[in-house]
């Protein structure tokens, strides 16, 4: 392989690795957060009664809020946390595969 195609090939290798290391990074950032709204979500549930017409609780749903009771949100937080603990797994598998063909390319450089 010549040098400079073996360089540009370790550039981009170098480059994906970066970025999925960002994007397990926002992952797990995101997984905390939606921990910590679990958290303050049954906090709420043991302190209101369901009949009150506190048991909704204020969503953002991107551009907006919206009114929804206690129980849905948090099937939504956790439906959420399952997407993320998947995509951070499958984040952290294609990183320790590129990780280690990076290290095969570079191994094969020194022989």
Not at 24 to 43: G, I, M, P, V
Not at 51 to 58: D, G, L, P, V
Request: charge should be neutral.
């Amino acid at each position: 392989m010549e040098a400079v195609e073996y360089q540009a090939r370790i550039e981009a290798l170098t480059e994906d690795i970066l970025t999925d290391r960002q994007l397990s990074s926002e992952y797990n950032r995101k997984f905390h957060e939606n921990t910590l709204a679990q958290s303050k979500l049954r906090d709420q549930m043991k302190k209101i009664h369901p009949t009150s017409q506190r048991y909704t609780i204020a969503v953002n749903m991107g551009d907006f809020f919206m009114q929804i009771p206690l129980p849905k949100a948090q099937s939504m937080v956790n439906g959420a946390q399952k997407e993320l603990e998947s995509a951070i797994q499958e984040v952290q598998q294609r990183l320790e595969k590129k990780v280690d063909f990076l290290e095969q390319l570079k191994k094969g450089d020194k022989a």
